[in-house]
């Protein structure tokens, strides 16, 4: 579901924009891969700019429309209600939790149709490895709720209440981010009439494996 929901909410915006004017003698496949990735998850746009000949505030509405994915994605998978203030609140969240992230596009070989780079990802284990205890707050929240602790207060109040609870959490555990393993993975950049792109199942894969959520590990 999470997947699903990445590639129509954000990743179908940010293939629209992966088109580098370069000419293949000249292009360099490895760090346009790594400039896309630090401009979609690190808010570095400067490099992929260049290489996509595109405006800085075009990258950066993609690099907010992910954030916002993947806080919509968040709330979905807890049972939040996402008001103005708990999404500001959880788009700053994915902001460290990718800042927090390790990659690097190593080398590139050339094919057919385009080229091969092997990225070296250490994935961030804050979802995977404190999946049990997010679902014990979710559980200890709701039973707060029945028990009347928030009686008196509104919804949205109570939704922030929830947002905080959380991410405060996951947040106290950001402050010392543990990495999984260092992890190959080849990435296919395809070439169509002298442009190079990212098909967004190549763009699904480095997102799973920077920051996979429990059951979705590669």
């Not at 370069?22 to 496949?29: I, L, N, P, R, V």
């Not at 490099?47 to 979905?76: D, P, V």
């Not at 807890?78 to 708990?86: F, K, S, Y």
């Not at 555990?173 to 967004?200: C, N, S």
């Amino acid at each position: 579901m999470k997947l699903l929901q990445r590639a129509g909410i954000c990743l179908a915006l940010i293939c629209l924009l992966l088109f580098p004017s370069c000419s293949q003698e000249s292009f360099d496949a490895a760090a346009y891969v790594q400039s896309v990735v630090d401009s979609i998850y690190r808010g570095e746009h400067e490099t992929y700019c260049e290489y996509a000949k595109i405006g800085e505030e075009e990258a950066e509405q993609a690099y907010r429309e992910h954030l916002k994915s993947e806080s919509m994605y968040f709330a979905n998978l807890v049972g939040l209600t996402q008001t103005d203030r708990t999404l500001y609140r959880t788009m700053a969240f994915y902001q460290r939790v990718y800042d927090a992230s390790r990659y690097e596009a190593v080398s590139a070989q050339k094919t057919e149709g385009g080229f091969d780079v092997e990225m070296k990802i250490s994935p961030l284990n804050l979802f995977t490895a404190h999946s049990d205890e997010v679902q014990s707050r979710v559980m200890a929240f709701s039973e707060r709720v029945k028990q009347g602790e928030f009686e008196g207060r509104t919804q949205e109040e109570i939704d922030q209440a929830y947002c905080d609870d959380l991410l405060g959490f996951l947040e106290g555990k950001l402050d010392d981010p543990q990495w999984d393993e260092p992890r190959t993975v080849t990435i296919h950049l395809t070439e169509e009439q002298g442009a190079y792109f990212l098909e967004e199942e190549e763009l699904l894969t480095i997102d799973r494996n920077l920051v996979p959520y429990a059951g979705e590990e590669e």
